[in-house]
């Protein structure tokens, strides 16, 4: 009950301190506007301090202008007891009661033109301070604060005691305590709007408020946050500002009532004035750029490690030297398995060793032939061995060993050529991510807190929420939130909603879901939009080796074209893993190159046998239209710009073939209009110009993606059919259009 309790006394002392304030010697905004936008629970207390504060202000005489402002005051809070939560209804109660009766005296004998226009400023201006209030809620810092601040100086401001002005004690004690606190910017603009509320009550402070803002000037650039040199600083300043635009004489005052200011912040504890930025924070509690720097460094840190072992398997394998095995060891291991014991050895590999060996070397292409050595086929070198089956039994034993050993060796190769370059694709991606880390753009806390509100009146408080810019000044956004799941529908609701928030025209958000959070992804309307269109038709049957992925990341349009090697299911099975991959790793941040060598490990150890897939990829930026072409094995595409269609791309190997990726990358600009046409080598079974020549055809006719594909595959099947070589045929259509 305490603090209830607190927050409707402070509203009474805030009513109080609006209702005397008045602004060059005529205007009674603040009484009424403060009535409009407190909250509920303090906007009866503070109407109540205000009629006080009106009262006494005229030394218990009751003006006209005060007659107004209480019907005002009592009309506002009549409107906000019946229909709370509306600050409308409640501002045209309370403002139009204010301009009515002013208009009433003055058509009478009582009033006069004067006191109808001086109503209107009131009415006014209290509308708009009771709206900035509802907006921008006092208890947090910013335009709330300040205009609550402003009230209070006016009201200080217009008292006066000899050479002792109260409200000059206060705005510089508030200045100082700010800037010993480290919050620059607060005391800053703080200064700014208190030196005008004590100028608009009392010209004469005009100087005061000079003085007071040079002095916040120097300790927030000077020494924020470090207490003497602060209060130094301040002193300095007051006194220079002072004296610039006040005679000396004058001047005294006036410093003496900031110095009084000083003073009060001299007897504050010092826990009072602990510098906000010297707060330790960690874990949850930390600022979220500084949660991306650590994240960053670790992000770095763990790509450099892997990079590293990667190079140090590499080097170790270098380093070591190669068992060079050859049929030397097959015949090196007949004669340690058979021979060693036998009787005949001096004779056989000593003094007839040359026969020996040529005997030995005609077994070669039998056992690479048939695997075996029948005792009949065994050379007239060796006709004088006198255990020829077990000869034969061992040269057989040998040579399989000695193949199985070789083929262990290849594995092994293959094994360590794809583990490193896992690694260090990993890496290379980690390193990526770790440099978008750690410039996460430019962060807005008020539209982040604004969001954050929003959702949370939704019943989903978020876990994090960050609005921030980019470098290029596009807005974007991420909400996470726990587990949730959201309809097409809510999901453009939202977007609409987040977007008004921001002052932003936002797309519908990409929902992220992991480890029991759900986090939505927004970001600004981009200037185009990607229409797609694909079509394909198998060589026979029913199943295509061609895969066809398309799809909008947040920045960018994707679209995946793969060509599995051969036809039917196994060359399927190749091109919708690579293009399935290669998708899922495109939405996962990594580059083309990136997915291309992660895809390229995952086919070569996918089974024993051989496995291969082209890639062709078109990534385009819808912000500025800048598209990049990836291309491993692929065959040419065809892009249409300004109207004209020019090829694009040269003969690669697939992935799964070698260890590396052998792929070619180009950078082309694209506008509205223009179009991508990504195809598999079946459809160019007849040459590329014959394609040329349509694509173009209907670019100029402007037909839909959809339509352009359809009669780019028919064509080739027709083409195909009568040279006679069947061949799986997709064509993947892409046109770039204004955003709506």
Known sequence: MLRPAARRLAAVGIGFAGGWAVLYGALMPFGLGLTLGLAEDCFAPCAAGAALGLLLHGLGALSLRSLCQLCALGAAVAARWLLPQKFVPAA????????????????????????????????????????????????????????????????????????????????????????????????????????????????????????????????????????????AAYAGGCVSGVLCVQPPGNAFGLLFSACGGMAVVCLLPGGW???????????????????????????????????????????????????????????????????????????????????????????????????????????????????????????????????????????????????????????????????????????????????????TGLGAPPQECAVTLDDLGRTHAAVTLPRTRFTPQELAALAGEVGHICRRTLEVPQVLSCKGMTTLLFSERPALRAVFGAASAAARGEVSGDAVQQFCSPTAAQMILCDGMGTGRPAAVDGNLAAELTARLLKAGFTAELAARLVNVALALKSEDESGATLDLISVDLYTGTARLFKAGAAPGFLVHGGRVRAVGEATLPMGVLGGVNGQSRVVHLTAGDYAVLVSDGLLVDGAGWVAKQVELSAAAGDAPEKLAETLVQTARIRAQKTGRPDDITAAVLRLEKSG
Request: a neutral charge; one cysteine or more; hydrophobic letters at 45%.
């Open 92 to 231: 045209l109660a309370g403002c139009g009661t204010l301009t009515g009766m002013a208009l009433c005296f003055a058509l009478g004998s009582s009033g006069g033109a004067d006191l109808l226009l001086y109503s209107a400023a009131d009415a006014l201006l209290a509308a708009g301070i009771g709206f900035g209030l509802r907006r921008f809620a006092p208890e947090r810092p910013g335009m709330g604060t300040l205009l609550v601040g402003a009230a209070v100086a006016a009201a200080l401001g217009s008292v006066r005691w000899g050479w002792f002005s109260p409200g000059v004690l206060a705005c510089a004690a508030a200045e100082l305590a700010l800037c010993c606190r480290a919050q620059k910017f607060a005391a800053l603009s703080g200064s700014a709007v208190l030196g005008a509320a004590l100028c608009a009550a009392d010209p004469a402070l005009a100087p005061a408020a000079a003085g007071l803002g040079c002095a916040t000037a120097a300790a927030a650039v000077l020494a924020p946050g470090r207490r003497v040199e602060t209060l």
């Open 273 to 455: 004035l602990a510098p906000a930025a010297d707060t330790p924070q960690s874990g949850e509690n930390a600022p979220a750029p500084a949660r991306s720097a650590a994240a960053s460094t670790r992000l770095e840190a763990v790509a450099q490690s892997l990079s590293s072992l990667a190079e140090t398997v590499n080097a170790v394998y270098e380093g070591l030297p190669r068992r060079r095995e050859g049929f030397r060891w097959v015949i090196d291991n007949v004669h340690d398995t058979l021979c060693f014991n036998c009787g005949r050895r001096e004779t056989c590999w000593k003094q007839e060793y040359t026969a020996t060996m040529a005997g030995m070397e005609a077994l070669r292409p039998l056992l690479e032939q048939n695997g075996s050595v029948e005792t009949a086929q065994l050379p007239g070198e060796l006709s004088r061995c006198i255990h020829p089956a077990a000869l034969c039994a061992a040269a057989g034993r040998s040579f399989a060993l000695y193949r199985s050993r070789k083929e262990a060796r290849i594995h092994s190769e293959a094994m360590r050529t794809a583990l490193t370059e896992q690694y260090s694709a990993v890496a290379e991606a980690l390193g990526v991510l770790s440099e978008q880390l750690g410039r996460p753009g430019d962060p807005e806390p008020y539209k982040s807190s604004r969001v954050a509100e929003f959702f």
